[in-house]
C-alpha cells in the first residue's frame, strides 16, 4: 500500500505571497491532520479534517486554512506568508478512529525570503 | 490543556546497553499515548501507543513502554540498543474527549547509540 504522499517536496516563496501544499493520504485513510515543525517550537498541530469537515484547529492565526476533498486528499493554504513560517509540514493520515495510529508524509519543506 | 514532556533534550547510550527516553503528559482523564521515531530528512514513524489495558506496550524495532497513570508517564526503553536506533524520538498524547485528531506532540529526544 503506498504511504502518505506530500507535494511538492521544496517550496522557497517571498513575504507576502501564498501557498498551497498538497497532501493525499493512504488509501482507505479518511482523516487528515497537518502539523508544522520547526527547530524552535517542534511539532504544532494545524488542524485535522474527516470527510471533508475540520474537526480540530490548533492555535494558528486565519492566513493558515485546509480543506479535504471527497476522495480524502487534502490541501493546506498559507496566506500573506511571513519569515516565520518557514517550516517543514507535515501531513498525517489516519482510519479516523481516535485509537488509531496516525502515517505521515515525508513533508513539505517551505522557506519563506 | 493537555501537554507532554520530554525532559530530555538528548540521550547518549553505547551499543549493547539498555535505553531510556523520557515522557510525563498532562491530560484530564485517561489519556491515548503514543511514541514516533523521525529519522533525518523523513517523516515521523510510529513505534507504539497505549490506549487502554496492559500497561506495558511492545512496538517496532524491540521497543517497548510502560503507562504509569500515578506518575504520569510513559517511557519509551529497548533493552539493547543499537547504532541504527539513533533519531529523534517524539511521545504524543491525545486526548480521547476532544473527539478528534488533535495530538500534542513533546519537544522530541535526541537518541545517540554509540558503537
Known amino acids: 500500500k503506498a504511504g502518505v504522499t506530500q507535494t511538492p517536496r521544496y517550496l522557497i516563496k517571498t513575504r507576502g505571497q501564498q501557498v498551497t501544499l498538497s497532501c493525499s493520504p493512504i488509501s482507505g485513510h479518511r482523516s487528515v491532520s497537518w502539523y508544522q515543525q520547526t527547530p524552535g517550537q517542534g511539532l504544532q498541530f494545524l488542524f485535522e479534517?474527516?470527510?471533508?469537515?475540520?474537526?480540530n484547529k490548533g492555535n494558528f492565526p486565519g492566513r493558515f486554512s485546509g480543506r479535504q476533498f471527497s476522495n480524502s486528499r487534502s490541501e493546506m493554504n498559507v496566506s500573506t506568508l511571513e519569515l516565520g513560517d518557514s517550516a517543514l509540514y507535515l501531513c498525517?493520515?489516519?482510519?479516523?478512529?481516535?485509537?488509531?495510529?496516525?502515517?505521515f508524509g515525508p513533508g513539505t519543506r517551505l522557506t519563506v525570503t | 490543556a493537555q501537554s507532554v514532556a520530554q525532559p530530555e533534550d538528548q540521550v547518549n547510550v553505547a551499543e549493547g546497553n539498555p535505553l531510556t527516553v523520557k515522557c510525563t503528559y498532562s491530560v484530564s482523564g485517561n489519556p491515548y499515548l503514543f511514541w514516533y521515531v523521525q529519522y533525518p530528512n523523513r517523516g515521523l514513524q510510529f513505534l507504539l501507543k497505549?490506549?487502554?489495558?496492559?500497561?506495558l506496550v511492545k512496538g517496532s524495532y524491540g521497543f517497548e513502554a510502560e503507562f504509569n497513570k500515578s506518575q504520569t508517564s510513559f517511557h519509551l526503553k529497548k533493552p539493547s540498543a543499537l547504532v541504527s536506533d539513533s533519531a529523534l524520538y517524539f511521545c504524543?498524547?491525545?486526548?480521547?474527549?476532544?473527539?478528534?485528531?488533535?495530538?500534542?506532540f513533546g519537544a522530541g529526544t535526541r537518541l545517540f547509540v554509540k558503537a
Open positions: 504524543a498524547v491525545r486526548d480521547p474527549r476532544t473527539g478528534g485528531f488533535k495530538t500534542i
Open positions: 498525517a493520515s489516519s482510519l479516523g478512529n481516535l485509537v488509531y495510529e496516525q502515517y
Open positions: 479534517y474527516f470527510s471533508e469537515t475540520q474537526r
Open positions: 497505549y490506549i487502554t489495558g496492559d500497561n
